[in-house]
């Protein structure tokens, strides 16, 4: 039985999230390009209940979610705890998520509660790892405005909280990908909500997803401190078997739609914190794969360049991409519930058969 590598094209449900059909990103039916310019808690409600909120749901659901980044004593003590191990931090957002349930959250938590944690923890791990100090939500600010202060200490300017509302709103959901697929099949057990997140977090760890945004800026860093042609370093990468990290997509085979829309706030970000010559780098690596090899950039090419520019580490970055998408998995995650159906697909057995075992003697 024929069965595509990857599971390709195979469709394995249907949901009312969003869709890439015809290579186009919409949000319930909303195209990303219009989103683009929404407020991040717009797009938050819209992804949990298939339709905009009104003006008076938007202000009280955003100061829902403000007034919830708040992170319980114990969550803190374990944060300051593991969060300076010399682990990866995804590996201690992975620990941190299991662990955000306490007995009583796990089963009543409900989803702007687990989205305002895990934006506050991510936010503390990335201070904890500065050695800064642990900061509390300004409640005059917004969703995004907060966290860009919880996680660099400054304030954003109005022009810095629509570029990174945006770059979060594009991070939102993205169909069945590896790590909301993940999050589903947990889901579909009727495992609680901070079960399902951890499973997707690990995902989204690998470096064929989520861990891509890290490793292009490692090659951005590499071409530019070694002062590589980026074309040889392309072919050096293809001859060592090597994937051009933030190239190509399952879905978008002419460019994801995404990219288009992040490559302008990296240009104009770049410019604006002295980082040009990594822009150009990226001009010319896209070029030349575009031209050798028809690929080209996903969302996580771009991405790097942004959030090196905002003053984060590398090791971050797939962090970051986790406190956008739990937005999605959380949209995904309530509509497998809503399912009621496990997930559990069927396997094609092409392992030796007709064997028997004779006791402890050995083996004929
Ligand atoms: C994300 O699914 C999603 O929606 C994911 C995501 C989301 O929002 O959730 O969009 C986020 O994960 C983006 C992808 C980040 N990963 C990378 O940038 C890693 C580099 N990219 C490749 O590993 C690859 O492009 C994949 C895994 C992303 C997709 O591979 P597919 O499904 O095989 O399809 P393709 O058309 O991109 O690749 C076909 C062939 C490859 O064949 P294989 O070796 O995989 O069998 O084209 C070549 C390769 O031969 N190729 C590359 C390449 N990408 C594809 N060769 C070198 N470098 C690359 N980056």
């Known amino acids: 039985m024929e069965c595509p590598r990857g599971l390709a094209g195979v469709v394995v449900d249907q949901t009312k999230i969003s869709s890439t059909a015809g290579a186009h990103l919409t949000y319930a039916g909303y195209p990303i390009e219009e ?51 010399p682990q990866h931090p995804m590996s201690i957002l992975r620990t941190t998520t299991s662990l955000l349930g306490t007995t009583n959250d796990v089963d009543h938590d409900e989803p702007p509660k687990i989205l305002a944690k895990m934006l ?59 790590s909301t697929f993940t999050a589903r099949v947990v889901a579909s057990t009727f495992a609680d909500y901070y079960s399902c997140l951890t499973a997707a977090v690990c995902a ?38 090597r994937k051009i990290m933030g190239f190509g997509h399952r879905i978008y085979k002419n460019g994801d739609p995404r990219a288009a829309i992040l490559k302008q706030i990296a240009g104009k970000l770049a410019a604006k914190t002295g980082n040009s010559e990594y822009f150009e780098i990226q001009r010319q690596l896209a070029d ?30 797939t962090m970051l991409f986790a406190a956008c998408r739990t937005v999605g998995w959380l949209a995904h995650v309530m509509e497998q519930r809503n ?22 003697q050995i083996q004929k």
């Open 288 to 317: 030349y794969m575009l031209q050798r090899f028809n690929l080209h950039p996903n969302v996580d090419y771009y991405t790097s360049l942004i959030y090196h520019c905002l003053g984060l580490d590398k090791e971050v970055f």
């Open 204 to 241: 989204l760890k690998g470096p064929l997803h989520g861990g891509a945004n890290e490793r292009v800026f490692e090659m951005l860093l590499e071409i530019k401190e070694q002062g590589l042609d980026p074309r040889e370093f392309v072919e050096d990468q293809v001859k060592q078997k």
């Open 35 to 85: 989103l683009a310019h929404a407020s991040f808690e717009e797009v938050v409600f819209l992804l949990w209940h298939t339709r905009l909120p009104s003006e008076n749901e938007i202000a009280v659901f955003r100061h829902q979610l403000v007034s919830q980044m708040v992170l319980p004593a114990e969550t803190v003590r374990l944060l300051l705890y593991v969060a300076k191990e």
């Open 120 to 178: 506050i923890t991510v936010a503390a791990i990335i201070r904890i790892r500065a050695n800064e100090p642990l900061l509390e939500v300004d409640p005059h600010l917004g969703v995004v405005e907060n966290f860009l202060y919880l996680m660099t200490g400054k304030r954003p300017s109005k022009e810095l909280a629509r570029m990174f509302s945006t770059v979060m709103i594009l991070h939102a959901d993205h169909e069945f990908n590896a």
């Open 339 to 360: 399912e009621n159906c496990l997930i559990r697909p069927n396997s094609e057995y092409v392992g030796p058969t007709d064997r028997h075992y004779l006791g402890e």
